[in-house]
Structures are given as C-alpha cells and as structure tokens.
C-alpha cells in the first residue's frame, strides 16, 4: 500500500469522481483507475461496488477512508514538523523560568525536548517575576512562564494559558491532633485537605533563592489569602532543607510553634515522595483548592508552530494531560475556560 494510493483514494471518495478526482491529482483517468485496481488486489478486498459510470463506496472502503484520513494528515504534520525542526537548527529560544522552579532535572529534560522536537536551542533564565519582566521587555528572553496575574494579554506578545497548580504544604504528623481540634478527628488524617485559615500564626517556610525572597512572599500573600496573626515567612534554600528542619522541630505543649513547608508542583518541581514523618496537606480557602495558574509569555518573534510545540513539552513535563492544540477553545491571548482574576501590574506593557 502506498502513501499516494491513499491520497487518490481520499480524493475519489470527497469529490465521488474518478474523473474529478484524477484531474485534483494531476493524474490521468485511467491511471487513477489503475491504482485503485491495485489497491483493492493488495487488500484483497472491494472498495468500490460500481454501476456502470457511477459507484458506492464499500463498508471496507468507508473503514479504509476514515483511517486513512488521519494517516495522510499525520504523515503531512510529520513532515512539516521534520522540515521545521531542521530549519529551525542553530537558532536560540531563550526561555525565563521562575527561581521556584525546578534546577535539577528539569533544564536537561526540556532542552533535549525543545531541540528535538523544534529544532531551537534552549537556553534557560531563572529569576523573580519582576526580572523576567525586565528580560522579556528587553528582548533578552524570547519568552517565559510566570503566574497568570503577572500581566494582562497585550498586542505586543501571545499569553498561553497551561496549567493551574495547586498549592499544597507539609507539616510534622506529631501537629495533625492539634491542626484539628475541635474538628471530626477522623475527617483529618483521612482527608489530606487544609484550610488556609488553620495556618494563621504559624512560620511559613519557603523555598526560593534569598534575592526572590520579598518577591515570593508578596506573591504568596495575595494567592493564599492569610492573615498570618504574628506568623511570618522564612527563606529556605531547598525543599530538603525545609524538610529538615520541619523534622528537627520540637513541639513544646507549653508554648507551641508550628511550621509549614510550601510546596508548590509547579513544573518538574521534583519534590518525590513525603517523608515518613512529614504529612501533605492540599491547601483550601474557603473550601476551594488554592491553585498557582501558570502561563507562557511569548514575544511575536516565536513563531506559533514552536510556541505551540513548547507549550505541549510544557504541559507534559507539568505532569498534565493532552496539548495545547488540542484544546477546542484555545486562542493566544484568552485561552482560559473561566475568567482570569485581574494582573498584578496592569501599567506594563511590552514594547513592540
């Protein structure tokens, strides 16, 4: 069976023509018909039960056409994609990541991905929010993912709404009796789910780089929405360090201090298992998961095809399901399915 047999095929079913067909093919009548005879002999089955001028396509040949529609449309994409890639070779993609986000697997991963898949070497930026805004409006970085409120769509570059991340803490399990007293005991432990409001006066430990600190903590104060009541936040370097310090923290009954890890999933943030001693909580507010949406900010000068090829190895690495692409309802610059809450800093506006 060959690729071109398939394509004369398509065509006779969408005009039903052998004549229409030929002359959208560029192919002489009895040559069309020659391949078609061809065809059915390899599959040893009809395709076509004619009446004298005229014909029907056959159950076989309705099954043959349905999946040789995606087959041929598949093999186009592949070779777009290939002539892409190759095209596309040598030319930087210089993308800003948050200083959250992970630094160990992740730029290995998604290098190796973003160049087989786009042809376009990676090169990756970490910073605050404020300095990959700085970045992107220079032109130092042609694109980079931050939080969906950072700023509002624009003319100037695409916005691409991925994934929405849910914001979850770890705490000492000797702290879960306390976490919920007064509460149903049972309906702690076997629902791994906080509220916000419970965490009111505790230390907060946070994971980022010391020159992201203040930048992080305001960015947290407007996500979780705590009145923190003499709590405070405190810099860790690593999510293994917070770890161990929260499995070095001694309870004392009579003046009790409660610390909580933050622990945002954001992308490949390659925290792995809990530890045995420590227990995850979702965190809630107001009954509703607290969650960290993310999106990908992209000058015009990358071009759609990669944005899109980017924002699918994004997804994947997010751990979340399907592609950009496919999202019915997906536009550049307003592909969310609910409304957007308003940017942080309505004032910014990259230049052209």
């Given at each position: 069976?060959?690729?071109?047999?398939?394509?004369?095929?398509?065509a006779?079913?969408?005009?039903?023509?052998?004549t229409e067909a030929?002359?959208?093919?560029?192919?002489?009548?009895?040559?069309?018909?020659?391949?078609?005879?061809?065809?059915?002999?390899?599959?040893?089955v009809?395709?076509?039960?004619?009446?004298?001028?005229s014909?029907?396509?056959?159950?076989?040949?309705?099954l043959?056409?349905?999946r040789?529609?995606?087959?041929?449309?598949?093999?186009?994409n592949?070779?777009?994609q290939?002539?892409?890639?190759?095209?596309n070779?040598?030319?930087?993609l210089?993308?800003?990541?948050?200083s959250?986000?992970?630094?160990?697997?992740?730029?290995?991963?998604?290098?190796?991905?973003?160049?087989?898949?786009?042809?376009?070497?990676?090169?990756?930026?970490?910073?605050?929010?404020?300095?990959?805004?700085?970045?992107?409006?220079?032109?130092?970085?042609?694109?980079?993912?931050?939080d969906?409120?950072?700023?509002?769509?624009?003319?100037?570059?695409?916005?691409?709404?991925?994934?929405?991340?849910?914001?979850?803490?770890?705490?000492?399990?000797?702290?879960?009796?306390?976490?919920?007293?007064?509460?149903?005991?049972e309906?702690?432990?076997?629902?791994?789910?906080?509220?916000?409001?419970?965490?009111?006066?505790?230390?907060?430990?946070l994971?980022?780089?010391?020159?992201?600190?203040?930048?992080?903590?305001?960015?947290?104060?407007?996500?979780?929405?705590?009145?923190?009541k003499g709590?405070?936040?405190?810099?860790?370097?690593?999510?293994?360090?917070g770890?161990?310090l929260l499995?070095?923290?001694?309870?004392?009954?009579e003046?009790?201090?409660?610390?909580?890890?933050?622990?945002?999933?954001?992308?490949l943030?390659?925290?792995?298992?809990?530890?045995?001693?420590?227990?995850?909580?979702?965190?809630l507010?107001?009954?509703?998961?607290?969650?960290?949406?993310?999106?990908?900010?992209?000058?015009?000068?990358?071009?759609?095809?990669?944005?899109?090829?980017?924002?699918?190895?994004?997804?994947?690495?997010?751990a979340?399901?399907?592609?950009?692409?496919?999202?019915s309802?997906?536009?550049?610059?307003?592909?969310?399915l609910?409304?957007?809450?308003?940017?942080s800093?309505?004032?910014?506006?990259?230049?052209?």
């Open positions: 069976m060959q690729l071109m047999q398939l394509r004369y095929f398509i006779i079913v969408d005009k039903h023509s052998f030929a002359r959208e093919c560029f192919v002489t009548q009895p040559n069309l018909s020659q391949h078609m005879r061809a065809l059915e002999k390899e599959l040893n009809p395709l076509f039960i004619r009446h004298g001028r014909f029907e396509v056959t159950p076989a040949g309705k043959l056409y349905q040789a529609l995606q087959l041929v449309h598949d093999i186009d592949l070779v777009v290939v002539q892409r890639v190759n095209r070779l040598g030319s930087p210089r993308l800003g990541l948050l959250s986000m992970d630094k160990g697997a992740l730029p290995q991963v998604l290098t190796e991905q973003v160049l087989n898949r786009t042809g376009l070497e990676l090169e990756l930026f970490y910073g605050s929010h404020d300095e990959l805004y700085d970045l992107f409006g220079n032109s130092s970085i042609n694109a980079f993912i931050s969906e409120r950072r700023l509002a769509a624009s003319p100037s570059f695409n916005k691409v709404h991925l994934f929405a991340t849910k914001l979850q803490v770890e705490l000492p399990k000797s702290w879960e009796a306390k976490l919920w007293e007064g509460t149903s005991w309906a702690g432990p076997r629902k791994p789910k906080l509220e916000v409001s419970q965490l009111s006066g505790a230390t907060l430990l994971p980022c780089e010391s020159e992201h600190f203040e930048d992080e903590c305001h960015a947290l104060e407007q996500l979780i929405h705590l009145e923190k709590g405070h936040y405190q810099l860790v370097p690593s999510l293994s360090e770890r161990r499995q070095q923290q001694i309870v004392s009954t003046q009790p201090e409660l610390c909580a890890l933050l622990v945002d999933k954001s992308l943030k390659g925290e792995h298992e809990t530890p045995a001693k420590l227990s995850r909580y979702e965190l507010h107001q009954g509703k998961a607290i969650k960290r949406r993310l999106c990908c900010y992209a000058r015009k000068n990358l071009g759609l095809a990669e944005l899109d090829e980017l924002c699918t190895i994004l997804l994947e690495l997010g979340k399901q399907g592609s950009v692409a496919a999202q309802s997906y536009d550049y610059d307003h592909a969310e609910e409304p957007s809450p308003e940017p800093f309505t004032e910014h506006s990259i230049p052209l």
